[in-house]
């Protein structure tokens, strides 16, 4: 992977350009793709993860677990302290055109690939 990856514990700003059922995944200006999965967005229940996380959101997430060996990285929103949340709901409308189709498949972990196959 040539990307250089985030470490455990910082805070990075990423945009959701893919929503899934159960998790999100967002892009980072650095390079590398982070998974958000439904139980790291809020202590409480979340009836439609869809309509909560939509395309186009930019969030102010934590680096939760790096795995240098794939280059999977998971975040979280609700670890971040409240000094942290400033800047966690923002929001921008993207059009597809800005998006690099391409380089997020070849960014996207191989475990989501197979799940996303069956």
């Known amino acids: 992977m040539n990307t250089k990856l985030p470490k455990v514990g910082e ?3 990423g945009t959701v ?6 998790y ?3 892009l980072f200006d650095e390079g590398w793709t982070g ?3 439904i139980s790291e967005v809020s202590s409480s229940f979340i009836r439609s993860f869809t309509s909560f996380i939509t395309i186009g ?3 102010n997430v934590k680096i939760i677990d790096v795995n240098e060996e794939n280059g999977n990285v998971r975040v979280s929103l609700k670890k971040m ?5 400033h800047l966690t709901f923002r929001h921008k409308k993207i059009e ?5 189709f391409n380089a997020l498949e070849q960014a996207r972990p191989e475990w989501i690939k197979e799940e996303l196959n069956n």
């Open 11 to 13: 805070c990075a700003v």
């Open 96 to 100: 597809d055109s800005e998006i690099d």
């Open 35 to 37: 998974l958000l999965h």
């Open 17 to 22: 350009v893919a929503v899934y059922s159960s």
């Open 57 to 59: 959101s930019i969030y």
């Open 81 to 85: 302290s409240a000094n942290e949340r």
């Open 24 to 26: 999100a995944i967002l």
